[in-house]
């Protein structure tokens, strides 16, 4: 059984850093791209940041981009997301999926939403003052 399973959500300040995990079972990530999603209260899931099956290709949604990092540890089968400089606009539930390979879709733009699967239960992170 594929699973998915986020931690590392948090209240933090603006300013503040949290690093999410996303620790796979039942298959392993040499395989499968990660991607990072967010949803806020009333908005629609918006992709984040995804890490390639190699770990040698990368994105970010333009909106995080300087501030959050992916990584990916092939022997612990799972996949970070380093956030740091956190604004209150960061403020949703962060979930991890899977995707065959890459990242991206033939002629390299950022796979959709839809492409992966496997989806993990969340975690809440809130920027706050």
């Known amino acids: 059984q594929l699973q998915l399973v986020e931690s590392g959500g948090g209240l933090v300040q603006p300013g503040g850093s949290l690093r999410l995990s996303c620790a796979a079972s039942?298959?392993?990530?040499?395989?499968?791209?990660i991607g990072w999603f967010r949803q806020a209260p009333g908005k629609e899931r918006e992709g984040v940041s995804c890490?390639?099956?190699?770990?040698?290709?990368?994105n970010y949604a333009d909106s995080v981009k300087g501030r959050f990092t992916i990584s990916k540890d092939n022997a612990k089968n799972t996949v970070y997301l380093q956030m740091n400089s956190l604004k209150p606009e960061d403020t949703g539930i962060y979930y991890c999926?899977?995707?065959?390979?890459?990242?991206?879709?033939?002629?390299?733009?950022?796979?959709?939403?839809?492409?992966?699967?496997?989806w993990g239960q969340g975690t809440q992170v809130t920027v706050s003052s």
């Open positions: 999926a899977a995707k065959g390979w890459d990242c991206t879709v033939v002629g390299g733009s950022k796979a959709p939403l839809t492409d992966f699967g496997s």
């Open positions: 039942g298959f392993s990530l040499d395989y499968y791209a």
């Open positions: 890490i390639s099956s190699s770990g040698g290709s990368t």
